[in-house]
Every structure is written in C-alpha cells, then in structure tokens.
C-alpha cells in the first residue's frame, strides 16, 4: 500500500501488520476515514470469500472484523 501526501507530492510506503486479507479478486473496498474496509470476492480457485477486514491507515494494522 502506498499512500501519497497531497502537499508534498510524495508516496511512502505502507508496511502494515496484523491479519492481512488473503489474495483475491472481484471484492469490494470502501474508505471511511482512515480505515479502509475489504469484503468478500473470489480466491484463486473461485469460491466464493465472505469475510471482512479493516485496514487502519493511520498505525497500519489489519483486523479480521
């Protein structure tokens, strides 16, 4: 993850911790606030994820909700 700083012009580089969502695709991502929030979509083999996680931008920690 690589946020960006709007008045410097710069990215930085995000390293969080906790439980990291797994690798998918076709999910849906939302951002309230700082938080940005990952639900379900399809692992590699297509089934079918329903799950959700968070992801606080501001300390950089994941959280299975």
Request: net charge neutral; hydrophobic share 35%; charged share 10%.
């Amino acid at each position: 993850i690589f946020p960006s700083a709007i008045v410097t012009h710069t990215w930085s580089r995000l390293e969080p911790t906790g439980q990291a969502p797994s690798r998918r695709t076709a999910h849906a991502a939302t951002c309230l606030g700082k938080v940005i929030y990952i639900h379900g979509g399809m692992n590699s083999v297509g089934v079918a994820l329903d799950d959700l996680y968070s992801l606080d931008t501001g300390c950089g920690y994941y959280n299975y909700c």
